[in-house]
């Protein structure tokens, strides 16, 4: 079992709907980071959350510690959102850093 | 703008070849880091560089090399050794190994 996990693994939506992506992990953390991959490659942050939520723009996450549960929200969807949506969080082993990455959803929003 | 650079953006090699992807970011981050991504799977770290003349090996290793002789750049090599290098690699760079990782636009290596 993996580390951290995501769900779902592909989404296709309506402009317009309401999304939420959500993470699970199972290691104790420091953060987690929320990634947004788009077809050509490059990575681009989203949001880094300890606790509480957070929000921008049409995006809001949001991370419970308690449950290791974090879940991404997606305001009025649009074309332009289509990418892979990454959960990674930052792990604390023996003081060393490390970040553990979720398998990404897919997420297509159609017109 | 301050922002991370990796070239080329594709790169094709003949199998036996080693290859050298650059990592350059002007963002003065104390850490780098060399991420391999293969489909269906999670980003998973090479190599990583805390601070100038230090690097460690990350979960994957084995096959590639690394130097860190200037804060800004960070190449990685792939040597003949990797057995499986068809692959896309990113590098990341974060202020200290504390703080938020940066992503650069990735390269996609080709091996045939």
């Known amino acids: 079992k993996n580390e951290v996990e995501q769900s779902p693994q592909n989404l296709t939506a309506q402009e317009g709907e309401f999304i939420t992506i959500n993470c699970s992990y199972s290691v104790g953390i420091s953060a987690l980071h929320w990634l947004q991959q788009h077809p050509g490659g490059g990575i681009v942050s989203l949001f880094m959350?300890?606790?509480g939520k957070k929000k921008h723009g049409r995006l809001i996450a949001t991370i419970n510690i308690q449950e290791k549960h974090s879940s991404l929200h997606i305001t009025a969807s649009h074309p332009r959102d289509s990418a892979v949506y990454i959960c990674?969080?930052?792990?604390?082993?023996?003081?060393?850093?490390?970040?553990?990455f979720g398998t990404g959803t897919r997420l297509k929003v159609l017109a | 703008d301050g922002g991370i650079t990796q070239s080329p953006k594709y790169l094709f090699r003949k199998e036996g070849q080693n290859v050298t992807l650059s990592c350059e970011q002007n963002?003065?981050?104390?850490?780098m880091y060399w991420y391999r991504q293969d489909p269906g799977q999670g980003l998973r770290l090479i190599y990583y560089s805390q601070i100038v003349n230090d690097f460690q090996k990350g979960d994957i290793a084995e096959g590639y090399s690394v130097s860190r002789e200037k804060k800004e750049s960070f190449p990685l090599t792939v040597t003949s050794a990797q057995k499986n290098p068809t692959a896309f690699y990113l590098c990341?760079?974060?202020?200290?190994?504390?703080?938020?990782?940066?992503f650069g636009p990735g390269t996609r290596l080709t091996v045939t």
């Open positions: 990341a760079s974060s202020r200290d190994r504390v703080n938020e990782q940066y």
């Open positions: 959350l300890s606790s």
């Open positions: 990674a969080v930052r792990s604390v082993t023996s003081g060393t850093y490390k970040y553990i």
């Open positions: 963002l003065n981050h104390d850490a």
